[in-house]
Nanobody
Framework: QVQLVESGGGLVQAGGSLRLSCAVS????????MGWYRQAPGKQRELVAT???????NYVDSVKGRFTISRDNAKNTVYLQMTSLKPEDTAVYYC???????????????WGQGTQVTVSS
């Protein structure tokens, strides 16, 4: 059973910082691309940032320069450091991982349960 366990959400004032973590557990071989997505009330889920196993990153324009995605391959964990937070960053943040498992190196996409980030003005 593969699980993605997120932590680090909460309530912060505008201009503040938060760090999200997402750890992948279970009988896996490795994690490939990992990322963070978010969904605000009444809006569609959107990509925030992704990072490949080799460390290449991609960000949505609205968070460039404020958010930093990183990962620890040995721990199968991805992080999202969020700084200069704005009220419009308020959303449920979801972790996503492309997980490889089994003798045939099967790949499957997994999601975390989501963690609430609320930024007050």
């Amino acid at each position: 059973q593969v699980q993605l366990v997120e932590s680090g959400g909460g309530l912060v004032q505008a201009g503040g910082s938060l760090r999200l973590s997402c750890a992948v557990s279970g009988r896996i071989s490795s994690t490939d691309t990992m990322g963070w997505y978010r969904q605000a009330p009444g809006k569609q889920r959107e990509l925030v940032a992704t990072i490949t196993r080799g460390g290449s990153t991609n960000y949505v324009d609205s968070v460039k320069g404020r958010f930093t995605i990183s990962r620890d391959n040995a721990k199968n964990t991805v992080y999202l450091q969020m700084t200069s937070l704005k009220p419009e960053d308020t959303a449920v943040y979801y972790c996503n991982a492309d997980v490889a498992y089994g003798l045939g190196n099967t790949h499957k996409d997994y999601w975390g349960q989501g963690t609430q980030v609320t930024v007050s003005s």
